[in-house]
């Protein structure tokens, strides 16, 4: 059985959007895209109703 893992939306967010100059975010993207190609597949992802709201705005 996989451990469930939670995700929150800024996760979604650097995900789906284009990519940043800045170097912060522009690093928080690299690292969510190699977690969700790399390692998401380890895990059950699940994401809160609240979390659905607030993506779906």
Partial sequence: ???????????????????????VIASRQAISHDWWNNHSHRFELRISILVEEEISR
């Fill in 1 to 23: 059985m996989k451990p469930t893992v939670y995700i929150e939306s800024s996760v979604i967010s650097y995900l789906t959007s284009k990519p940043s100059r800045d170097i």
